[in-house]
């Protein structure tokens, strides 16, 4: 696995990462249809809390991020892409491996919303997440507290 870290996101870093978010959503979005190079963006400066946002970088660049935003029923896993070059390595799985021992520790439980289709389901799968409900684009899951 890459040598990789989380960092406390900031306000500079928000166009790069919706650059990068284009990209990585971009095959996914397709196949179910639905990619618009605006509105994939968008999203994501429309809902961009850098104080719950981390940078993930591996060898000191831009690698992606992950959000964890508390709700009053649990925390939302949001946002969480990695460059493609770097998926599979188990980057992914360490990050959230970290997230769910912060929350575990917390005594709070996880939820999220993976695309219909998505290789990242089985990622959030194998770390305890449970299928809630689903709907024609989004597959919404929950990981209790073990």
Same mark, same amino acid.
């Given at each position: 696995?890459?040598?990789?870290?989380?960092?406390?996101?900031?306000?500079?870093?928000?166009?790069?990462?919706?650059?990068?978010?284009?990209?990585?959503?971009?095959?996914?979005?397709?196949?179910?249809?639905?990619?618009?190079?605006?509105?994939?963006?968008?999203?994501?400066?429309?809902? %961009?809390?850098?104080?719950?946002?981390?940078?993930?970088?591996?060898?000191?660049?831009?690698?992606?991020?992950?959000?964890?935003?508390?709700?009053?029923?649990?925390?939302?896993?949001?946002?969480?892409?990695?460059?493609?070059?770097?998926?599979?390595?188990?980057?992914?799985?360490?990050?959230?491996?970290?997230?769910?021992?912060?929350?575990?520790?917390?005594?709070?439980?996880?939820?999220?919303?993976?695309?219909?289709?998505?290789?990242?389901?089985?990622? %959030?799968?194998?770390?305890?997440?449970?299928?809630?409900?689903?709907?024609?684009?989004?597959?919404?899951?929950?990981?209790?507290?073990?």
């Amino acid at each position: 696995m890459a040598d990789w870290m989380l960092r406390a996101a900031t306000a500079d870093d928000l166009e790069p990462l919706v650059e990068l978010r284009a990209v990585v959503m971009r095959p996914d979005l397709e196949r179910l249809g639905r990619f618009d190079a605006h509105r994939v963006r968008q999203r994501l400066r429309d809902a %961009y809390a850098p104080e719950h946002t981390w940078v993930i970088e591996v060898g000191g660049e831009l690698a992606g991020c992950v959000a964890l935003r508390p709700a009053p029923d649990a925390h939302w896993l949001e946002h969480f892409f990695l460059a493609p070059e770097l998926q599979g390595a188990g980057i992914g799985g360490a990050v959230v491996t970290r997230l769910l021992a912060h929350c575990d520790a917390a005594r709070v439980p996880v939820r999220l919303n993976v695309l219909q289709g998505s290789a990242a389901r089985r990622l %959030y799968e194998r770390h305890g997440f449970v299928t809630e409900s689903e709907d024609p684009v989004d597959v919404f899951m929950l990981r209790p507290l073990p």
